[in-house]
């Protein structure tokens, strides 16, 4: 299966992972993805994943051996599905922790959602409360790696850790701003910052 956005070296890595994941006897872990494809370079494999994660054709897996999976193809994600999208774990609305895939699904009413492949993140923390964004809120993503100055983004940093913020993009750094005035906003580079998603939608549950 050729994909035109992706390189002919991102293409092999792509067509290995399709072929051999399931031999892994978990996610493999980049080290364990530079010895089975005779590479040495390290940050060129990273480099070459975070294109196919672009691409929504792979997604890392932040748990503790931190490897990588295939992703669900984009029309597995719309709301064409039972009218369910991936839940994606936490986010956080304070300081960054950790957003964790899983295999989990949530069922979303399709006017929160958009045309485009989306997922969902449960909110931890309340940076994001003067937005009426809670902690325990659901909140629809809609996959895309780049925003508007003033939307509210998923934001992964340094490549390891996602947070929910109105992001704001300048010359040479990007800023992060909570919607709470207890809490200060976050400047950082823009090779800091990744962004994976915008919000489109927002679920509460009273029980």
């Known amino acids: 299966m050729s994909l035109p956005n992706l390189t002919r070296r991102q293409q092999e890595i792509y067509e290995y992972l399709v072929e051999n994941l399931d031999r892994f006897p978990h996610p493999p872990t980049l080290d364990e993805l530079c010895a089975a ?3 040495s370079s390290r940050g ?3 480099k070459q994943l975070q294109a196919l994660i672009q691409e929504g054709l792979v997604e890392p897996m932040n748990n503790q051996r931190r490897g990588i999976r295939l992703a669900r193809h984009p029309e597995e994600n719309t709301i064409a599905d039972d009218n369910r999208l991936p839940l994606y774990g936490r986010i956080a609305a ?3 922790i ?3 895939a899983g295999h989990e699904t949530i069922s979303v009413p399709p006017p929160l959602c958009t045309n485009k492949p989306c997922y969902v993140l449960e909110v931890k923390g ?3 409360i003067e937005e009426g964004i809670l902690d325990g809120d659901w909140v629809i993503i809609e996959k895309r790696d780049t925003a ?3 939307e ?3 934001a992964l940093i340094d490549g390891e850790e996602a947070t929910l913020k109105r992001i704001e993009q300048q010359q040479g750094k990007v800023i992060l701003h909570p919607a709470n005035a207890s809490m200060q906003a976050m400047t950082f580079l823009p090779e800091q910052v990744q962004i994976q998603g915008v919000l489109v939608g927002q679920m509460r ?3």
């Open 44 to 46: 060129s494999l990273h």
């Open 205 to 207: 549950s009273y029980h």
């Open 148 to 150: 508007r100055n003033g």
């Open 98 to 100: 950790e957003a964790i």
């Open 152 to 154: 509210i983004v998923v």
């Open 94 to 96: 304070g300081q960054p």
């Open 37 to 39: 494809l005779g590479l």
């Open 126 to 128: 309340d940076s994001m």
